[in-house]
């Protein structure tokens, strides 16, 4: 079965600071993988996916993320954060062909004016 | 389109009532999930149908819980007796088994047992 770790809980930074979070999942096959976001008191939305091509895959508010297969990774990257990044990021795994999507346990970014 | 609608928004409850927690599909889209999120473990996946037929329950935490899917715009979580430890939000999100199959998540139910 699939799982996904994300080590860092919690996250503080300054505005124009570079991100990185980091996400390791565990599946002995290939995978889609995924990003979403919740900002406070919201539903979870969608950052960027990956499901084949090129590692380096683009998302929506200047996010990227960079599937490293090697490393079971899928690293997510903002070379300049700002106050309104202040939210919850969850990476989630999914077997290529099945549909159950597994969630991390989530990382806390808070991003100070 | 108004995405994925889940009623109520808050609920809260004594130990021991039914809690019934609806969800209303993206038109169109064939496969529903239900999760739970709690500061502990996160998000659960407590279960998912596809074109109105549960395929994995395995994540149904014991048999207080129970979701139906009546037909494909319209789904139902029922915490029977409710305990103090089911308090969460409950997340249902739907996708199009044919497309990516990104799920889209709703806004929410946010579940509290005293």
């Given at each position: 079965?699939?799982?996904?770790?994300?080590?860092?809980?919690?996250?503080?930074?300054?505005?124009?600071?570079?991100?990185?979070?980091?996400?390791?999942?565990?599946?002995?096959?290939?995978?889609?993988?995924?990003?979403?976001?919740?900002?406070?008191?919201?539903?979870?939305?969608?950052?960027?996916?990956?499901?084949?091509?090129?590692?380096?895959?683009?998302?929506?508010?200047?996010?990227?993320?960079?599937?490293?297969?090697?490393?079971?990774?899928?690293?997510?990257?903002?070379?300049?954060?700002?106050?309104?990044?202040?939210a919850e990021y969850?990476?989630?795994?999914?077997?290529?062909?099945?549909?159950?999507?597994?969630?991390?346990?989530?990382?806390?970014?808070?991003?100070?004016? | 389109?108004?995405?994925?609608?889940?009623?109520?928004?808050?609920?809260v409850t004594e130990?021991?009532?039914?809690?019934?927690?609806?969800?209303?599909?993206?038109?169109?889209?064939?496969?529903?999930?239900?999760?739970?999120?709690?500061?502990?473990?996160?998000?659960?996946?407590?279960?998912?149908?596809?074109?109105?037929?549960?395929?994995?329950?395995?994540?149904?935490?014991?048999?207080?819980?129970?979701?139906?899917?009546?037909?494909?715009?319209?789904?139902?979580?029922?915490?029977?007796?409710?305990?103090?430890?089911?308090?969460?939000?409950?997340?249902?999100?739907?996708?199009?088994?044919?497309?990516?199959?990104?799920?889209?998540?709703?806004?929410?139910?946010?579940?509290?047992?005293?």
């Amino acid at each position: 079965a699939q799982s996904v770790s994300q080590h860092n809980h919690h996250v503080i930074l300054s505005e124009a600071a570079s991100l990185e979070l980091g996400c390791n999942y565990s599946y002995g096959g290939t995978v889609n993988l995924f990003w979403y976001v919740q900002y406070p008191g919201q539903h979870l939305q969608l950052l960027l996916k990956y499901f084949s091509g090129d590692p380096l895959v683009k998302g929506i508010k200047g996010f990227e993320a960079e599937f490293i297969k090697s490393k079971f990774s899928f690293n997510l990257r903002k070379p300049s954060v700002q106050w309104s990044d202040t939210a919850e990021y969850f990476c989630a795994v999914r077997g290529t062909g099945f549909q159950k999507l597994v969630f991390g346990t989530g990382t806390r970014l808070l991003v100070s004016p | 389109d108004a995405g994925v609608i889940q009623s109520p928004r808050h609920e809260v409850t004594e130990m021991g009532q039914e809690v019934t927690l609806r969800c209303k599909p993206i038109s169109g889209h064939n496969s529903l999930f239900w999760y739970r999120q709690t500061m502990m473990r996160g998000l659960e996946l407590l279960i998912y149908f596809n074109n109105n037929v549960p395929i994995d329950d395995s994540g149904m935490p014991e048999d207080r819980f129970s979701a139906k899917m009546p037909n494909a715009s319209f789904s139902t979580l029922k915490i029977q007796p409710s305990e103090p430890r089911d308090s969460a939000v409950y997340f249902c999100a739907s996708t199009l088994l044919s497309g990516a199959n990104v799920l889209t998540f709703g806004a929410g139910s946010r579940l509290t047992v005293l």
